[in-house]
């Protein structure tokens, strides 16, 4: 079976990407890939369709690209399909190189519900007669289930909940299920310190279920999964991994009325401090108070929200507006990763005067980039369409950095030398890079790349 994988140097930041399925356009993909680089990105939630795939190519690119993508697949409870209708599926998921997949949404929540069923008796037992053989479908894939996110609180509580439910998944023998099985949160920092239920049920011992006194915390918070951790050694004497799929601040938050409303700065910065604490950046702290470290089965958080489209729900959420407005979490987020791209390029005897950069002719993370040209106006257009064919043919990491492209084994350069004169050419082979240049102009780009 598949172990639980996680990407080399894991940083454990990710984002959820758009909360529908109508974003998988080639176009779609070269335009995120470049943000989702600059932001940090190692993980991604995808919202995806039950009825067809995801395309191929962007799948690929994301993990060409070095981003782990995680597959929601968002089902009906009131009519769930078949096991057999989504085999396939996971068939193909699995041979593009997809390792987590997510089954269903708040479950724990009546509206995911019909009326009928809700109001039945042994709600969680029916919820795993539906889930298990999906599950174990996702096994047999050679991939990793997920057991859904579930809504802190909801209308049934969510820690009982999950309580029950791996109860009853260890009763009914499932026991290989349970070695490849991770754990789905939803891990809302809404307006809370972030300590907020820090250590779980046994440091908060007085609280109940739809009852916190006021002297006591609860899982309503970022550290969910101390609550979600203590539940699983209860059970099964010993920690599942946790995925966050979804988590952070949103603008607007005030769940929690004694303390201030998150306004757009402050998402930003609390965002932030967030995502140093996942990366594991020593002496975290928030307004003075030092930070628990995230333990380590934690094996990412995935930022809400991406974007939306301006007349979705979820809108107010999105980091990326329309009309490329960003809130300003984005900038912060695209600062501190920059700051450790040049730190990690610099010992300390290069911060005295010396250089001792990476040496890409020894480390090569990349085997083929495709590096196009970039203008003061933008990205052309025409470019990314002709390149789709060799793209969908070789399938290369794509960009624009000349420095990203000299940690790759071979580099296909897009541009003349007025756009990529000699001297860049040289830098790329002297860093160890098998170059080709495709110097041509017009429709010839094409028939030249088409023989490559």
Request: net charge negative.
């Given at each position: 079976?598949?172990?639980?994988?996680?990407?080399?140097?894991?940083?454990?930041?990710?984002?959820?990407?758009?909360?529908?399925?109508?974003h998988?356009?080639?176009s779609?993909?070269?335009?995120?890939?470049?943000?989702?680089?600059?932001?940090?990105?190692?993980?991604?939630?995808?919202?995806?369709?039950?009825?067809?795939?995801?395309?191929?190519?962007?799948?690929?690119?994301?993990?060409?690209?070095?981003?782990?993508?995680?597959?929601?697949?968002?089902?009906?409870?009131?009519?769930p399909?078949?096991?057999?209708?989504?085999?396939?599926?996971?068939?193909?998921?699995?041979?593009?190189?997809?390792?987590?997949?997510a089954?269903?949404?708040?479950?724990?929540?009546?509206?995911?519900?019909?009326?009928?069923?809700?109001?039945?008796?042994?709600?969680?037992?029916?919820?795993?007669?539906?889930?298990?053989?999906?599950?174990?479908?996702?096994?047999?894939?050679?991939?990793?289930?997920?057991?859904?996110?579930?809504?802190?609180?909801?209308?049934?509580?969510?820690?009982?909940?999950?309580?029950?439910?791996?109860?009853?998944?260890?009763?009914?023998?499932?026991?290989?299920?349970?070695?490849?099985?991770?754990?789905?949160?939803?891990?809302?920092?809404?307006?809370?310190?972030?300590?907020?239920?820090?250590?779980?049920?046994?440091?908060?011992?007085?609280?109940?279920?739809?009852?916190?006194?006021?002297?006591?915390?609860?899982?309503?918070?970022?550290?969910?999964?101390?609550?979600?951790t203590?539940?699983?050694?209860?059970?099964l004497?010993?920690?599942?991994?946790?995925?966050?799929?979804?988590?952070?601040?949103?603008?607007?938050?005030?769940?929690?009325?004694?303390?201030?409303?998150?306004?757009?700065e402050?998402?930003?910065?609390?965002?932030?401090?967030?995502?140093?604490?996942?990366?594991?950046?020593?002496?975290?702290?928030?307004?003075?108070?030092?930070?628990?470290?995230?333990?380590?089965?934690?094996?990412?958080?995935?930022?809400?929200?991406?974007?939306?489209?301006?007349?979705?729900?979820?809108?107010?959420?999105?980091?990326?507006?329309?009309?490329?407005?960003?809130?300003?979490?984005?900038?912060?987020?695209?600062?501190?990763?920059?700051?450790?791209?040049i730190?990690?390029?610099?010992?300390?005897?290069?911060i005295?005067?010396?250089?001792?950069?990476?040496?890409?002719?020894?480390?090569?993370?990349?085997?083929?980039?495709?590096?196009?040209?970039?203008?003061?106006?933008?990205?052309?257009?025409?470019?990314?369409?002709?390149?789709?064919?060799?793209?969908?043919?070789?399938?290369?990491?794509?960009?624009?950095?000349?420095?990203?492209?000299?940690?790759?084994?071979?580099?296909?350069?897009?541009?003349?030398?007025?756009?990529?004169?000699?001297?860049?050419?040289e830098?790329?082979?002297?860093?160890?890079?098998?170059?080709?240049?495709?110097?041509?102009?017009?429709?010839?780009?094409?028939?030249?790349?088409?023989?490559?």
């Amino acid at each position: 079976m598949t172990k639980h994988y996680t990407p080399a140097q894991n940083t454990r930041i990710g984002f959820h990407y758009f909360p529908d399925t109508l974003h998988f356009r080639d176009s779609d993909l070269s335009a995120w890939l470049p943000e989702l680089k600059a932001l940090g990105a190692q993980w991604i939630t995808l919202v995806a369709p039950p009825d067809r795939a995801i395309p191929e190519v962007f799948i690929r690119g994301l993990i060409n690209y070095g981003i782990e993508p995680v597959l929601h697949f968002h089902l009906s409870l009131e009519s769930p399909p078949r096991c057999e209708d989504l085999s396939l599926l996971f068939d193909v998921y699995a041979n593009w190189g997809v390792h987590y997949i997510a089954l269903f949404k708040r479950p724990n929540c009546h509206d995911e519900w019909s009326v009928e069923k809700w109001v039945q008796q042994d709600l969680v037992e029916r919820f795993l007669d539906i889930y298990l053989p999906l599950a174990e479908a996702i096994c047999t894939a050679r991939m990793i289930p997920i057991f859904p996110p579930l809504e802190p609180g909801g209308d049934f509580w969510d820690t009982t909940f999950l309580r029950t439910a791996l109860q009853g998944i260890l009763d009914r023998g499932h026991h290989q299920l349970l070695e490849e099985l991770v754990v789905g949160a939803y891990a809302w920092a809404n307006n809370l310190p972030f300590n907020w239920g820090a250590g779980g049920p046994e440091r908060w011992a007085g609280a109940r279920p739809y009852f916190t006194p006021p002297d006591e915390e609860d899982q309503m918070g970022f550290r969910i999964f101390d609550w979600y951790t203590t539940l699983c050694e209860a059970i099964l004497g010993r920690k599942l991994p946790i995925l966050l799929l979804a988590m952070g601040s949103c603008p607007g938050d005030q769940r929690f009325p004694d303390n201030p409303k998150i306004d757009a700065e402050e998402h930003g910065t609390r965002n932030l401090q967030l995502a140093r604490l996942l990366a594991g950046e020593k002496e975290a702290t928030h307004n003075g108070v030092k930070l628990d470290p995230v333990p380590e089965h934690i094996l990412a958080g995935n930022f809400w929200l991406l974007a939306a489209n301006p007349n979705a729900p979820e809108a107010n959420a999105g980091w990326y507006k329309a009309e490329g407005a960003t809130l300003p979490a984005v900038n912060k987020f695209k600062a501190w990763v920059k700051a450790q791209q040049i730190g990690n390029l610099q010992s300390p005897q290069s911060i005295q005067g010396e250089t001792n950069q990476i040496d890409y002719k020894k480390h090569k993370p990349i085997k083929h980039y495709l590096l196009l040209p970039q203008y003061a106006w933008g990205v052309s257009n025409w470019h990314l369409e002709v390149i789709r064919p060799f793209i969908q043919k070789h399938m290369p990491t794509v960009g624009f950095s000349i420095e990203e492209a000299c940690s790759a084994e071979k580099v296909t350069v897009i541009g003349d030398d007025d756009t990529f004169p000699p001297d860049v050419i040289e830098k790329l082979r002297a860093s160890g890079c098998n170059v080709i240049q495709v110097k041509a102009s017009g429709t010839s780009i094409a028939t030249e790349l088409e023989e490559l």
